[in-house]
């Protein structure tokens, strides 16, 4: 199959009325998009991801009101940060209607839902009668793509159109929040730090975001969101690179003196930073290194976020 990039939303609208997949911008990151009403489209999904079926997916609406036919309840909670983050990186996990497909959900009560702040999808949404299953799109496990070059190498033969909306604004993936027993939960670490929403609800919510049984969503799984080449952390001075065969990703500073490196932020601006992460890892991995080495993070805001995804994209490669 022929992958094309462009901009024309009557392409998109065509294919995915068709049961086809088209790679769609987001805010996030690019999104693997299929009618989320259609199950062997949903299934493609699948299958060019490499990505088990046990792993379920987001519904992207255009806007709330959309949503109500998929639900049966919202609750006050989510429904008041709905009202402040959409459309915007935040994913909502709610008690699912019968219109949803046991596929979207592998089978659980709730399913994903989010509206996502990029013009071009909303247009996109707004034109279709059903709302957008879509995943990053990437192959399973790999680096989210932030570019349409990204999900052009990854998946290119795979799909038929890819929809140009230039680099993604925030570049980390939403955070998924739902509710157990009327607690507020944080599944996934996202472009919406844990700072955010305690400021919202006046206090601190409950963040759980690793299972040792099955894990719940993805950004659980030990061992995701990795490059092919080795990445580490740099934990000590002992890590330069002395032949030159190493690649470098520093927050801000330029400490080390090396030559290959990438500096995310050279104001410490972690927005900035998130920003520029996922297009620094892609670059680093196709240069051909022998290792990547990155600097860790803040702890706190979205340093916090960005040192979940490099935990488990350099959790592949400890000895
Ligand atoms: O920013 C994002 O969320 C991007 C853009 C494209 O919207 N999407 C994204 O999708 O990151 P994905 O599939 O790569 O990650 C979604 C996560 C997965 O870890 C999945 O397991 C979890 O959401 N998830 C989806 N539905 C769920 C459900 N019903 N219950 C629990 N977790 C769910
Ligand atoms: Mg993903």
């Not at 998009?33 to 992207?60: M, Q, V, W």
């Not at 979207?104 to 399913?111: F, L, M």
């Not at 801000?252 to 500096?263: L, R, T």
């Amino acid at each position: 199959m022929k992958t094309e990039i462009g901009t024309d939303l009557k392409i998109a609208i065509e294919q995915l009325q068709k049961g086809e997949l088209v790679a769609i911008p987001t805010e996030t990151v690019y999104g693997l998009a299929a009618d989320g009403t259609n199950n062997l489209a949903i299934h493609k999904i699948f299958e060019a991801k490499g990505r088990p079926k046990t792993n379920p997916l987001i519904l992207h609406f255009s806007n709330s009101e959309a949503i109500s036919p998929y639900i049966k309840d919202f609750p006050k909670e989510l429904e008041k940060l709905a009202e402040l983050f959409w459309p915007g990186p935040l994913t909502l996990l709610l008690n699912k209607s019968n219109l949803v497909p046991d596929i979207i959900t592998s089978g659980h009560d709730r399913v994903a839902v989010r509206v996502p702040a990029h013009s071009i999808t909303l247009d996109l949404l707004k034109n279709l009668p059903f709302p957008l299953a879509a995943p990053s799109a990437n192959l399973y496990g790999k680096i989210s793509p932030t570019k349409t070059e990204h999900v052009f190498n990854q998946l290119k033969g795979k799909i038929p159109y890819i929809l140009e909306g230039g680099p993604c604004n925030k570049g980390l993936e939403s955070t998924i929040v739902g509710m157990e027993n009327e607690k507020l939960i944080i599944y996934r670490l996202g472009s919406i730090s844990v700072e955010d929403i305690e400021n919202v609800l006046g206090f601190k919510p409950k963040v759980n975001i690793n299972s040792n049984e099955t894990p719940l969503t993805s950004g659980m799984v030990k061992h995701h969101y990795a490059p092919t080449t080795p990445l580490f952390f740099i934990d000590s001075i002992n890590d330069i690179d002395k032949t030159n065969s190493y690649g470098f990703i520093f927050f801000q500073n330029d400490f080390m003196g090396v030559s290959n490196k990438i500096i995310l932020s050279e104001t410490g601006n972690l927005n900035e930073a998130a920003r520029n992460l996922y297009n620094a890892m892609h670059t680093m991995d196709s240069q051909g290194f022998e290792k990547i080495y990155i600097e860790r993070f803040p702890e706190n805001e979205l340093g916090r976020t960005i040192n979940d995804r490099l935990k488990r994209a350099t959790a592949k490669f400890e000895q």
